[in-house]
């Protein structure tokens, strides 16, 4: 999610720039890269600048997780932020302006390799590669790992407040298709995710969607959007706790962070099933430091560093050895691990070309200037 002055002051939660260690990182917002050091960095003994810039998710990273790397590697992060994947795609598309590792979810690597916007990896790089569960060790979207290491997995549902909602909202209905909670909610602003939510509603894969459909959900979504508070930025958990909305379709690690703080809070997958996500560690064509890059991938999967990143997004992790270290609490959280029969219900969606992609992008353009 985009960082705002505030979230800044709602940093209880996350007390993002004390945790994230300030003299090790510097952080900008918005996707800029300003707060790169004017002053020319230190080299390192592989000929680049002691010096990564990441481009990644709010609240996505451990406590101590890029200090930590400072201090393994002498090597400073910038950390910038992306509130979508449209968003990353498109800064990536009018040309790398010094990016080194990024953070797409699964279809969009597709959709940024096709496009040539990836490096490939050198998995000889990344030892720490033997630490992922053997589940995740290939993917469809990107065979054979060529330019993706696995971060975490993710599924979308509904968080929601207890005390403000009549029962359990096991349906999209809910968001979708109802006024009963007229301004209390909040949907997604990505195109694509929101499109297939709204398909699995209307009983259908999150892939394949005839344009007919789509038509369909569009309409569906004009007449919802007088009910709806906003299309949020990846901010959602934020406007649940705050108590702007009681309704969000969100993802699950972003609520199970939440509901740490608030027990009022929960989350279900509503029963038309949802979408699953992995969000990746990539390498951006041009990046200019690409072995520190490697370094840094190698590091995020390490047991320890990444077990101490678990510990703060709440998100599940894919790193087997990671999960080993982490408490009962974690591990055996139905929120953060979904029970096999919801996720049964849930898809991974597919990157079906770049001109349905746009096609999605212009309905969700249209639906918020209705």
Not at 58 to 69: H, N, Q, V
Not at 85 to 105: C, H, M, Q, R, W
Not at 133 to 145: E, S
Request: net charge negative.
């Amino acid at each position: 999610m985009k960082v705002t002055p505030e979230f800044l002051k709602s940093a209880s939660r996350r007390g993002l720039l004390q945790s994230l260690g300030a003299a090790a990182v510097g952080l900008t917002f918005g996707g800029a890269l300003a707060g790169c050091s004017e002053k020319k960095a230190a080299v390192g003994a592989n000929g680049e600048e002691l010096k990564l810039n990441f481009y990644n998710w709010d609240t996505y990273i451990g406590e101590t997780t890029l200090a930590d790397f400072k201090t393994a590697s002498s090597i400073d992060v910038n950390m910038s932020l992306f509130a979508t994947n449209d968003e990353l795609f498109a800064k990536l598309k009018a040309g790398n302006t010094g990016y080194d590792v990024i953070v797409p979810s699964n279809e969009f690597v597709t959709r940024m390799s096709e496009a040539g916007l990836l490096e490939p990896l050198d998995h000889s790089k990344i030892p720490n590669i033997k630490n992922l569960d053997p589940a995740f060790a290939d993917a469809a979207y990107d065979p054979g790992r060529k330019y993706s290491m696995p971060y975490t997995w993710l599924v979308l549902g509904i968080g929601y407040r207890k005390s403000k909602v009549e029962g359990v909202p096991d349906s999209w209905q809910w968001l979708f298709d109802s006024d009963k909670y007229k301004g209390k909610i909040a949907l997604l602003s990505e195109s694509a995710d929101l499109i297939r939510m709204a398909a699995k509603y209307k009983g259908h894969s999150v892939n394949g969607i005839p344009p007919e459909m789509v038509a369909d959900i569009e309409k569906m979504f004009i007449k919802q959007k007088p009910n709806i508070k906003a299309f949020h930025e990846d901010n959602g958990q934020d406007m649940l706790l705050a108590g702007d909305v009681d309704l969000v379709l969100e993802y699950n690690g972003d609520i199970a962070q939440i509901m740490k703080e608030d027990k009022d809070v929960d989350f279900v997958i509503p029963k038309e099933g949802s979408l699953l996500n992995s969000d990746t560690l990539c390498i951006p064509k041009g990046a200019p430091r690409p072995d520190n890059a490697h370094q840094f991938i190698n590091y995020l999967l390490d047991a320890k560093a990444g077990a101490e990143i678990s510990k703060t997004i709440l998100y599940p992790t894919p790193n087997a050895a990671a999960k080993a270290l982490m408490p009962d609490d974690y591990k055996n959280n139905p929120v953060i691990f979904p029970p096999a029969e919801a996720l049964a219900k849930c898809e991974y969606g597919a990157f079906e070309g770049a001109e349905k992609a746009q096609f999605y992008e212009e309905v969700m353009t249209r639906i918020r200037a209705a």
